[in-house]
């Protein structure tokens, strides 16, 4: 299986980040603060329209060179089909951000089968996917990122969400896992954990926010640039603000009986004892 060539030294080589969900939300908000840097780009997103006005924008705005790769990461070949793409025109990824995420919302039992499998393809298969084809020459010439944008839904389960909480806990125990695998080398692996965002990812799931969530919410620029900050500092996991902070532990402290409950408030609009109407 082909692997990314090393390349030329860091002197003659423009460092470049490639950005899954890089045309909206986080993972827009992430391409700018590397390109702010003077990162060169690579984004990928199934919406092609969107991608590339990102994409022109980011450079206009940046004066960074900045590819845009249009693909679905559901498609199982996908994370091949992204390495050829950048072997031949001899691109090399210095940083990958894991960031592309989809979200369902409903009861378990009356879920749709494949849109399940779809969502662990995209929040699961895939980074780990990527990552499997980008650390290799990374470690190689000991020296890269990656960062992996999960949730703070990954620390507490998900009442009629069970699929994306269930796929931001495999993250982060993987990204954590390859973390440590790392340690000794010149490669940081970082895991972003934020908790809600005003991204509209759960508006596109059919379900919007609750009361908890949007007491809680930050912007997706708040969040990106501590995800950022965090990942160049090479720390393991970066959860924004301190009340989500705060949350994040409290929800892995409380006994497994209320952890679910909790989670059902967090999730589901309107179930709040004190909060009956939204």
Known sequence: MPTQESGSSDQRHPKTALITGGSRGIGRALAAEFAADGW????????????????????????????????????????????????EREIRIDALVNNAATATYGPYAESDLETERNLLRVNVEAPLALISQFLPPMRERNDGLILTVASTAA????????????????????????????????????????????????????????????????????????????????????????????????????PHRLRRRFGRWVVVPGVIPWRKQE
Not at 228 to 238: E, I, L
């Open 40 to 87: 060169e780009l690579v984004l990928v997103a199934r919406d092609e329209e969107r991608l590339e006005a990102a994409a022109r924008n980011l450079h206009d705005e940046y004066d960074v060179a900045v590819t845009a790769i249009s693909i679905d990461l559901v498609e199982s070949d996908a994370p091949e089909r992204i390495r050829d793409h950048l072997l």
């Open 155 to 254: 620390f507490q389960p998900g009442p009629y969400m069970a699929g994306y909480h269930a796929s931001k806990a495999a993250l982060v125990s993987a990204t954590e896992s390859i973390a440590e695998e790392c340690r000794d080398s010149g490669v940081t692996v970082t895991t972003l954990c934020p908790g809600p965002v005003s991204t509209g990812i759960h508006d596109r799931s059919g379900r919007g926010s609750s009361w908890l969530e949007r007491r809680f919410m930050l912007t997706p620029e708040r969040v990106a640039a501590a995800g950022y900050r965090g990942a160049k500092r090479g720390d393991g996991m970066v959860i924004p603000g301190r009340r989500n902070r705060i949350l994040a532990t409290f929800a892995r402290l409380l």
